[in-house]
């Protein structure tokens, strides 16, 4: 055979086998049953609470550590209150002085009404003059007078008195919610301030756990509320957990996960929030969220 009928029949036998090779890839590939995939994270509804102080000072006591429960209200950090606490008995004094100015004046009111009631009496009979029903009667109007201010008195301590309670009970901090402690970051003895760069603690809410996909503006038009989905951990493989989209956001944004490799860095995603249905992930994994077609259960 001729060199140029070889090279001819050589390549003939290459040009069919890639066909063979294309046709039999095109009839492997499957098409894809998700609708839309995208990159995120797990989290939890309203994010991990920073718990800090009402007020600047020293902290005497703390009573949970990292992976407690604690529930709404629990007492989680003691701060020195000594000087709240004198402010609070030195208003409680104050009331006390109020209460009883305030009985003082209301003990003598019915025997200054009841003098002028006589006088009143005796006046109209022409048995007493009139100088003196008049100065019974300013006596009891001055008298009601004081009995007012005393009054007025003792609500201005009882409200001195709430607010200086108030500021003890600020001293104290309690959990807002139930959850559980994330980490501890404070030890007795240290000085803490609400304007410190650290949190106390952080606690994580028992609410849902959510994921926070980004959604790349060629999906978003694809995906809608009560969509469901699938999530997997980021690495690939593994468990499968079903999600379904909460709300889709409103603005597209910069994404905070980074850019995808596909993407540019300056892509606008759109952020969309997804419950998760099953158990099993935990705040702070990043994972991939694959979006199922509406007929589709996962």
Request: glycine share 6%; aromatic share 4%; with cysteine.
């Amino acid at each position: 055979m001729k060199p140029q009928a070889l090279l001819f029949t050589l390549f003939a036998m290459v040009a069919l086998a890639g066909c063979d090779r294309a046709r039999s890839t095109d009839q492997d590939v499957a098409p894809s049953p998700w609708i839309a995939v995208a990159r995120g994270q797990v989290g939890v509804e309203g994010g991990l609470l920073q718990v800090r102080p009402a007020v600047p000072g020293l902290v005497s006591a703390v009573t949970v550590s990292d992976n407690d429960a604690v529930k709404p209200g629990q007492i989680l950090v003691r701060m020195d209150d000594g000087a709240a606490r004198i402010a609070v008995q030195l208003a409680a004094a104050d009331l006390a002085q109020a209460r009883a100015q305030q009985a003082e004046l209301a003990a003598g009111l019915p025997a200054a009404a009841q003098r002028a009631q006589r006088l009143a009496a005796a006046s109209a009979a022409d048995a007493a003059p009139a100088q003196e029903l008049a100065d019974a009667r300013a006596a009891l109007a001055q008298m009601k007078a004081r009995a007012q201010a005393a009054a007025a008195a003792v609500q201005a301590a009882q409200a001195r008195l709430a607010e200086a309670r108030y500021r003890l009970s600020l001293y104290t901090v309690r959990a807002p919610v139930a959850g559980r402690v994330v980490r501890r970051r404070v030890e007795v003895g240290a000085r803490v301030s609400p304007q410190s760069p650290e949190a106390l603690l952080e606690l994580l809410p028992d609410r849902p756990l959510v994921v926070r996909a980004e959604l790349s503006e060629a999906y978003a038009a694809k995906v809608r509320a009560g969509m469901r989905a699938e999530v997997v951990l980021d690495a690939g493989g593994g468990a499968r957990y079903a999600a379904h989209v909460v709300r889709l956001g409103l603005v597209y944004g910069v994404a905070s996960l980074g850019p995808a490799h596909d993407q540019p860095d300056d892509a606008r995603d759109l952020d969309c929030v997804l419950q998760l249905d099953t158990p099993g992930l935990r705040v702070g994994q990043r994972v991939l969220v694959r979006f199922l077609p509406d007929h589709h259960k996962p």
